[in-house]
């Protein structure tokens, strides 16, 4: 006995529209949008102020914490806070753990640039000079005022 033969016709251009419009909305849904400067809250604010007061080691904890409670571009400029209040403590080792694995492509604005200094004042206390000087690759009359100075003084280590 034969089997009957089962016929496949080709989607019409009007059956296939609908499909295409379904996948490009479920592919359109997995997309991410960048995030931009963390927006300030009563604890941002509490924990800069804690930095310009000069009580560096509770801003660490502070933008810590606020880095460990949010996600994506803003705990990386929460992480990168800490680092530099740790910094600006004495504790590049300190620095050095809280930056860990932070992803540059999540900093915007300077903030690339504050990393590549941090960076390269760690790689300067770890005797690498090489890293140090390849960090610094940004020419300093393109940097911003503000730092200047430091990029200057890491580049004559």
């Known amino acids: 006995m034969a089997s009957p033969a089962i016929s496949w016709k080709e989607p ?13 909305l479920v592919l359109g849904a997995c997309v991410t949008m960048p995030e931009q400067e963390p927006a300030t809250s009563a604890d941002a604010a509490h924990a800069e102020t804690l930095y310009k007061n000069g009580d ?6 502070a933008f810590t914490a606020l880095a460990e409670s949010s996600g994506g571009d803003a705990a990386a400029h ?30 915007h604005g300077n903030e690339q640039i504050r990393l590549d200094l941090l960076d390269a ?28 100075v430091r990029a200057l003084e890491l580049a004559a280590r």
């Open 78 to 107: 929460y992480r990168l806070r800490a680092a530099e209040s740790l910094r600006e403590a004495g504790d590049l080792e300190g620095a050095a753990h809280v930056l860990g694995d932070l992803k540059r492509r999540r900093l």
């Open 121 to 148: 004042e760690i790689a300067l206390k770890h005797g690498d000079a090489a890293q140090a000087q390849a960090l610094l690759t940004t020419p300093v009359d393109q940097l911003p005022e503000n730092l200047r």
């Open 56 to 61: 560096l080691d509770q801003a660490a904890a």
């Open 12 to 24: 019409t251009r009007a059956a296939r529209w609908p499909a295409a419009a379904l996948l490009a």
